[in-house]
Every structure is written in C-alpha cells, then in structure tokens.
C-alpha cells in the first residue's frame, strides 16, 4: 500500500523538473477547442486575402492598395458601416438557414430560395391588406414570409427523412424552382403593368415600408437578424429541445434508442431555419425593395452558407462573420472607382474563403499548440 502510494504521488512530482518549467503549458481541452474555432477560421480568411492580394496582383493592381480601399470601403466612414450594416441583415439571416439543420448533421443550402418564397409570400400579404393599418400590414408579411420560407425547406427536410432524398441536393433544386416561380409571378399575374422595363409587383406602399434605426440608415432586418441569431443560440444550447437536436445530430441511432422523435426534430428544426430566410425576405421587401422583383435574386442566401461554415455553424458567431461579410461586399463599389475592378471581384474573394474554410477543416486537432491534455 505505502509503496503503491509513493509510486502515484512521485509520479507527478518527477515531471516537476527545470525542463518541465521552461516548456510552454498547453492549452486545456476546453480552452483548446474554443481556441480552434477562432484561430483556424481566422487563417483561413488570412490565406485568403493573400492568395485575392496575389490574383488582383496578376492584372497590375497593388495588393496593399486593394486591402485599403477593401478597409474603406467596408469600415472606414460611417457611411461604409452603414452599407456594410444593411448587407449583413440578410446575410445573418440566412446563414442560420444553414446553421440551424447543421445541429442535426444536415447540410441545407437552399437559404437562396426561402429567401425568395417568403418575399413573394410577404409582397402577397402586403398587396392583400392594402386597406388595413401599417402595423397590421407589416406583421402580416412577417409571418407570411416566414411562414412561406420555413415550409419551403421544411420540405426538404420532408424528403430526406420519408424519402431518403439528400437533403442537400434537394435544397439546392428548390432554390432554382423558387427563382422559376419568382420570374413566373412577377412576369405574369403579379406583374405591375407600369413596370415596363423590369418586370415588377405593384408597390407595397410607403406606409407600410419598414423604416431605419434612428439616426441611422440601417433598416430593422439587422436587429431581427441579431434577435434571431441570439434566439436560435438559446434554443439549441439552453433549452431540452436543442440539446435533443444535438444529440441526434451526432448520433441518430442513439437518439433513437433513448425514444427521441427524429423525425419531428428534423421538421422543425428545418422549418425554423427557413423561417429566418423568409423572414430576410420579408425584410428585403419591406425595407430595401419595396416590391418583389428580379432584384431579391441577390445571391444573400448562398453568401449565407459561407457565413454560416466560417461561424461553425455557431448561431452567435453568425453575428460577426456576416458583418465582415458584408463589410466585404460594401467594398465591391469602391474597389470598381478606385481600382478598376469589377464590382463582382469580390464574388471571386469569397470564394475562396468558402475554399479554405473547407481546407483548414482537415486542421483542427492537429495544431501542436493548441491541443489540450487530458487530466
């Protein structure tokens, strides 16, 4: 007995050296996997705007010059913040689209067409209550829209689970039907006869346009977008519900052994993700648009996926991911003046953060300074 103890206790105090003094203390498991999540996606972003700097080097432009005007144009006034303010609201959005179902181990990336089916669903509610007071109005293509947007990935949802139908494709698929009912509508019976070069819906009417945050000209989608994304945070991280999504987003049999409905987990879940593109649809209408039009078909959904892989799927770190996003997206304007750039150069930046985020997640667990050790 007293030599087994003197074994455990001498154990560790023979670790106690001068050598294990001058080595660096490794993180802890904890602070190594939060650590992963910030340093790993932040040198995927810095590869790549080196390997931007290198591509606008090629056509003779100066990288050093880009990276300031990128600044500028994205955060250097208070005219840039506002610009960059205004993008992230849908970007928020939609990028929950994808980081909802990704807590059930589904990959969605139809936030594109939620978006566009809860604009039409809300521009519908809007022209419908023409008569009915602004409140009454805007709260009716909230809901349509998200109504709308939610039962429009809800159905993917509904064919993996009762069809075995990948759910990524089938996302994918009903943003370009979402976009053909889009053109059918505003071509055809929704069409204002007054629009006459682009087909439009008749306006929704000034009243019933969502004004800005005061003193500002960001519209109320970046609040709601913020609202949502803490929402979403505590219901997949506080709530029993959440932690029953997780579980069966890592181990669906063993949710099911324990008697978890899988399949009404995954309804929901995909009804509440596209609920929040609906939503940014409502938002585009009501606060940017006015109308519905070919203008919704922006590309907020699929720059949302990209938001929503460099956040890890994290509903909070949704929030700063999309500003930056956005804050690149600002930038496009200023680097066509200054630079001669197209505005659309920084489609070609984005992706290649979409690249090398899905590069460095063959890195976590593997950089030596940042493994934790088991006590």
Not at 123 to 145: F, I, K
């Amino acid at each position: 007995m007293k030599a087994d103890v003197g074994a455990s206790v001498g154990a560790p105090l023979a670790k106690s050296g001068v050598g294990a003094r001058l080595r660096l203390p490794p993180f802890g498991p904890k602070f190594a996997g939060a650590a992963e999540y910030v340093v790993i996606p932040a040198l995927a972003l810095l590869a790549s705007l080196v390997l931007f700097g290198v591509f606008v080097g090629l056509f003779g432009k100066n990288p050093l010059d880009l990276y300031f005007y990128m600044y500028q144009g994205a955060f250097g006034t208070w005219f840039s913040w506002q610009n960059t303010l205004t993008r992230a609201a849908p970007l928020i959005l939609t990028a929950l689209c994808t980081a909802l179902p990704a807590q059930l181990g589904m990959v969605i990336i139809g936030g594109e067409g939620a978006l566009l089916i809860g604009a039409l669903c809300a521009t519908s509610a809007a022209l419908a209550l023409q008569a009915a007071p602004p409140l009454v109005v805007d709260l009716a293509m909230a809901c349509a829209g998200m109504i709308g947007g939610g039962l429009w990935i809800m159905l993917a949802g509904a064919l993996r689970q009762y069809r075995g139908v990948n759910e990524t494709i089938s996302s994918l698929l009903l943003v370009y039907i979402a976009l053909a009912i889009l053109n059918f509508l505003v071509e055809g019976p929704m069409r204002d006869p007054t629009s006459l070069n682009k087909p439009s819906t008749p306006e929704i009417g000034a009243a019933n346009m969502i004004g800005s945050i005061p003193g500002t000209e960001v519209h109320w989608g970046f609040v709601f977008g913020i609202v949502a994304a803490i929402l979403s945070y505590i219901l997949i991280y506080h709530t029993v519900f959440g932690f029953a999504a997780r579980v069966a987003g890592g181990n669906i049999r063993a949710a099911k052994v324990v008697g978890l409905s899988v399949s009404k987990l995954i309804l929901i879940i995909c009804f509440l993700a596209g609920a929040a593109a609906g939503l940014a649809g409502m938002m585009e209408v009501a606060a940017v648009q006015g109308r519905a039009n070919a203008n919704l078909a922006a590309g907020y959904g699929f720059a949302g996926i990209l938001v929503a892989f460099l956040a890890r799927q994290n509903p909070l770190a949704v929030i700063p991911v999309a500003v930056l996003l956005g804050g690149i997206g600002a930038s496009g304007g200023l680097l066509q003046r200054r630079l001669g750039l197209p505005d659309a150069s920084v489609l070609v930046l984005q992706g290649m953060i979409f690249v090398m985020v899905l590069a460095s997640d063959s890195l976590y667990g593997r950089i030596g300074f940042l493994k934790g050790k088991a006590t």
